[in-house]
């Protein structure tokens, strides 16, 4: 009955949220509630332990035999408001801006240079985790040039997602914090074991960056040295998507003070010295008091920024609710043992490879949520009995974030399709085409860590 009850509620998470028929919150929240009310009814459980199981998921939980503790969502949820925060308001204050402006006046009129100044603008603006604000900034600075320069402008859509597939990864993307939730490994550990294989993948974007940029030079028939440049207008133009962007808000003069800021936390945040919610947390008030300082403007700061911070950490919190019915009600449990009973006894050693093949499809065509908290949870069930870990689990649910930024449930590629005039399905086939050895990489870099044994 359980493991009928748990396919259920797992199929109609899945689908009510791929309707859009509940927001992820209300998904998230009603229902495991309407299921664990089933599981009240037709067992010995009782109204309070359908509360404690939600409570145990959202603070800690303690086990009775090994005294070990559990943290529950409200950790990685923390981390995830104050650290976006965090980067709105470095965004704000104009900490990205030199670097963007540099790779846009080395780019010039040389092909090469502008897909390679293409990638590392889109690598530093999206380490603020936030995939629509990269998008904006990135076509707003190099759409109007790649057409100037008769570009092809597919390569600038490809250039532009593939970082963000990556960096998406960091401990304060969605998909890390969703991942680290859902299976309950601590954040800085997955973020540890994912950090290589982002690392090469990110080498691997560089030089396809070069790569297209050799193509358009061939194409369009550019001679390295010849008065090719772009002209005055144009630069002035390309560098006013930067600096035009909320102007009242850039503190150029405390540039320094904010870059050392950011690596001194990023620093520590890696050596696991302190959470990253205390972190960012203390970073951000900092900043807020350094940068703005009069009370009027730091309160309108907070209020603009927090439909960014709140969203996603609402949806962590009602995380909670979901991941303690399906395990405090045994439902998790039911359905693990139903996928073992169904998987070959000589495929049971090759779980991580094999699941990290299904990711992929199954973390482009899926929401999110719906994929780590519907799917992730129960299958990091499964493979521990076959010996893995959580945190291998989780690595192998993380390597279909390769094709993530090609699902057509992320709204903000629809924009960036449209501004550079391709169909959606046309823009899924040319990121395969030239993306997808970073799925390789992933699996084979994460084999020689160990964090995907084969």
Not at 1 to 16: D, E, G, K, T
Not at 254 to 260: A, G
Not at 360 to 380: E, N, R, S
Request: charged share 10%.
């Amino acid at each position: 009955m359980l493991l009928f009850l748990a396919l259920l509620m797992i199929v109609s998470f899945v689908v009510l949220l791929a309707k859009n028929k509940l927001s992820i919150v209300g998904a998230l929240v009603l229902v495991p509630l309407f299921f664990g009310l089933i599981v009240v009814v037709l067992t010995d459980a009782t109204f309070a332990d359908l509360f404690q199981w939600i409570t145990d998921a959202l603070f800690f939980s303690v086990n009775d035999e090994s005294g070990s503790v559990s943290m529950g969502v409200i950790s990685p949820g923390l981390l995830i408001l104050f650290a976006v925060m965090y980067f709105d308001l470095m965004l704000n204050v104009g900490l990205f801006d030199p670097l963007c402006e540099f790779f846009i006046k080395k780019a010039k009129g040389d092909p090469l240079k502008v897909t390679m100044a293409t990638v590392l603008t889109a690598t530093v603006v999206t380490m603020n985790g936030d995939t629509t604000t990269t998008i904006i900034i990135c076509v707003a600075a190099f759409l109007e040039l790649y057409k100037f320069m008769n570009m092809k402008l597919s390569y600038l859509a490809i250039l532009i997602v593939a970082p963000i597939g990556i960096f998406n990864q960091l401990p304060w993307g969605g998909p890390t914090i969703a991942a680290s939730t859902a299976i309950g490994v601590p954040v800085t550990e997955l973020f540890n074991a994912l950090l290589p294989g982002m690392l090469v993948a990110e080498v691997f974007v560089i030089f396809l960056a070069y790569r297209l940029g050799l193509k358009e030079r061939k194409r369009l028939g550019f001679c390295d040295g010849s008065d090719s440049a772009i002209d005055d207008v144009m630069m002035a133009k390309m560098l006013a998507s930067i600096q035009n962007k909320d102007p009242e808000l850039k503190r150029p003069k405390l540039f320094w003070f904010n870059l050392l800021l950011t690596a001194g936390i990023l620093y520590l945040l890696i050596q696991d010295v302190a959470h990253g919610a205390v972190l960012f947390m203390i970073g951000s008030a900092i900043v807020l008091t350094v940068n703005y300082r009069q009370v009027s403007i730091i309160n309108d700061r907070i209020d603009d920024i927090a439909s960014d911070a709140l969203a996603p950490a609402l949806a962590t919190f009602a995380a909670g609710v979901f991941s303690g019915v399906l395990s405090g009600s045994g439902m998790a449990n039911a359905l693990a043992q139903g996928i073992t009973m169904i998987i070959p006894e000589n495929l049971g050693a090759h779980m991580a490879p094999i699941y990290a093949f299904i990711s992929a499809p199954a973390i482009t065509f899926l929401p999110q949520d719906a994929f780590y908290f519907g799917i992730a949870k129960v299958v990091a069930e499964v493979m521990e009995s076959y010996g893995l870990s959580a945190t291998q689990a989780a690595v192998a649910s993380m390597v279909g974030q390769s094709f993530r930024l090609i699902s057509p449930v992320i709204p903000a590629l629809f924009m960036l399709t449209a501004s550079t005039e391709l169909n959606f399905v046309d823009f899924q086939k040319k990121y395969i085409k030239y993306c997808w050895p970073i799925l390789i990489i992933y699996l084979a870099v994460y084999a020689a860590t160990g964090s995907l044994p084969l």
